[in-house]
């Protein structure tokens, strides 16, 4: 399995631009986040999915995010309007429920940059 | 309001001693715990886990020690190496009620040869 795959790698885009994140989940898996990583707080989970349903969105900071999952192998993540304080790294991970382990395996990151 | 806390930004250690970075957790829900190593423009990779029916878990060089009286937890490595320069996060679940894992800030260990 190729493990969680995330586009783009890098994005950067004007203040007020609407930014799309990609994230497609290894097959299989039954749980999908989304997690922000800043300096001042780390990791912070913004949503996450079980079986392509939002389970828990109290995360997203405000109303300029949203997030999707149409089917079990694609999930997107996004910001309308971007604001410069977006700019962040954002991962996408995925897990598999019943395993004792509750592991979650993450992307590569989406580098977002916000001008 | 962050339910997992590291409150070590960054670690510096000479190569061959022991690393100790520390996790405090707030929930006490929380029954299984997490290391993820994140090494730069990479997403995190998971380490080493403990359920909360333990104290300790090894796999290597790594040991996890959990003291959930004190809701304290901590990852060893013996003997650090250069190799293990990355940043270090310390995770937690409440996995009987949901898989959402809630994560610390991190530590930067550096690792000096």
């Known amino acids: 399995d190729a493990g969680v795959i995330q586009s783009p790698r890098h994005e950067v885009t004007e203040m007020g631009q609407e930014v799309t994140l990609r994230c497609k989940p290894i097959?299989?898996?039954?749980?999908l986040f989304w997690y922000r990583q800043t300096m001042m707080r780390g990791l912070e989970l913004l949503i996450y999915f079980n079986n392509n349903v939002p389970i828990d969105d109290s995360g997203m900071p405000e109303d300029r995010f949203s997030a999707k999952m149409p089917n079990a192998s694609f999930s997107t993540l996004k910001i309308q309007p971007s604001e410069p304080r977006d700019s962040a790294v954002y991962f996408c991970?995925?897990?598999?429920?019943?395993?004792?382990?509750?592991?979650?395996?993450f992307g590569q990151g989406t580098r977002l940059t916000v001008v | 309001d962050q339910q997992v806390k590291q409150n070590s930004p960054s670690l510096s250690v000479q190569e061959g001693r022991i690393s100790i970075l520390n996790c405090d957790y707030t929930?006490?829900?929380?029954?299984?715990f997490l290391w993820y190593k994140k090494y730069p423009a990479e997403g995190p990779t998971f380490l080493i886990s403990?359920?909360?029916?333990?104290d300790k878990n090894e796999d290597g060089r790594f040991t996890v020690f959990l003291n959930k009286s004190a809701k304290h937890l901590s990852l060893h490595i013996v003997p650090s190496q250069p190799g293990d320069s990355a940043v270090y996060f310390c995770?937690?679940?409440?996995?009987?009620?949901?898989?959402?894992?809630?994560f610390g800030a991190g530590t930067t260990v550096t690792v000096r040869a």
């Open positions: 991970a995925s897990s598999k429920i019943g395993t004792v382990n509750t592991e979650a395996f």
């Open positions: 995770a937690a679940s409440a996995s009987s009620n949901d898989y959402k894992l809630s």
């Open positions: 929930n006490s829900m929380f029954d299984y």
């Open positions: 403990i359920s909360s029916i333990k």
């Open positions: 097959s299989g898996h039954d749980y």
